[in-house]
């Protein structure tokens, strides 16, 4: 049985210049990192109401795909506008473009510096369940 998401787990190339970027946009230093000792080759961020795990990883350790593949998280934002400009002001360029969806559905991505897509949604479902 599914039980949640456990992690997103994204990857860099350059692993110091991305750890830097993603504690700018959290506002925080990962709280997880390894080595503990040495170049960072794998760095994780709590954030949300749940806690949800973010992590990015050296790209060296990537699993081998034998064909294109790929997912696309989206996380939930209060302000998707607001959160598109934030991130587009640390660098990220536009993906998708802020879109509405519909009984106040919105949905965006942008490329963050590093290649990884980050899906934003504006979900009154999820609102209505955290807020609550």
Request: no cysteine.
């Amino acid at each position: 049985m599914f039980r949640g998401l456990a992690n997103l787990n994204l990857v860099a190339d350059d692993m110091p210049a991305a750890v830097a970027w993603y504690a700018e946009v959290f506002g925080a230093p990962p709280y997880f990192v390894r080595p503990e000792q040495g170049p960072v080759q794998y760095a994780e961020w709590r954030f949300g109401d749940d806690e949800d795990e973010f992590a990015l990883m050296d790209a060296r350790f990537r699993p081998a795909l034998a064909q294109p593949g790929g997912a696309l998280v989206s996380m939930h934002v209060d302000d998707i506008h607001a959160e598109m400009d934030t991130l587009l002001a640390h660098g990220a360029t536009v993906f998708d473009p802020v879109t509405p969806r519909g009984d106040g559905w919105w949905s965006a991505s942008v490329s963050d510096p590093f290649g990884n897509l980050l899906g934003l949604i504006q979900s009154p479902h999820w609102a209505a369940r955290h807020d609550a």
